[in-house]
């Protein structure tokens, strides 16, 4: 019986395409998470998939992660102004921050209907905890932590 190879990101990854990543300008491979098609960077580890796919696959991940992980971290601003190029039409995409948990920017391309997630983005919408608990200091690393 074969095993399906995947990566500690879920991801099982294919041949290299000819399409750049946005944020690190490697080319993208063909991957599969849960069957599901995405394109995959293997340098920046970033992911490209439809819109359509991104909820059932960050409820697929929930339903495997650690239950250590209920850090809520602040909004990381730092990325909210760069100007992705969709790199599957080549126009702009739009940076705006995703409603659900997680506090990340995303970047769509609404003429592909596309979802662009950096590595970490994707592991703080699926390490968020389901709903946002009371917080009421600031730890010494810089992260809001749950007190009790
Ligand atoms: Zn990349
Ligand atoms: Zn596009």
Not at 16 to 32: I, K, R
Not at 67 to 96: L, V, W
Request: hydrophobic share 30%; glycine share 8%; proline share 7%.
């Amino acid at each position: 019986m074969a095993e399906i190879q995947v990566n500690e990101d879920e991801v099982q990854v294919g041949a290299e395409t000819a399409s750049v990543c946005p944020a690190c300008q490697a080319l993208l491979s063909d991957g599969t998470i849960q069957g599901k098609s995405v394109l995959y960077c293997t340098k920046c580890r970033g992911l490209l998939l439809p819109i359509a796919n991104f909820l059932p696959l960050v409820e697929f991940l929930r339903t495997l992660r650690r239950p250590t992980g209920s850090d809520i971290q602040p909004r990381d601003n730092s990325d909210a102004d760069r100007h992705f190029t969709c790199p599957q039409c080549g126009k702009s995409m739009t940076g705006h921050p995703y409603g659900g948990p997680g506090n990340v920017n995303i970047d769509t391309c609404e003429s592909c209907s596309v979802i662009w997630l950096d590595r970490n983005e994707l592991q703080r919408i699926v390490m968020a905890p389901d709903h946002y608990p009371v917080y009421s200091r600031y730890d010494s690393g810089g992260g809001l932590r749950r007190t009790n």
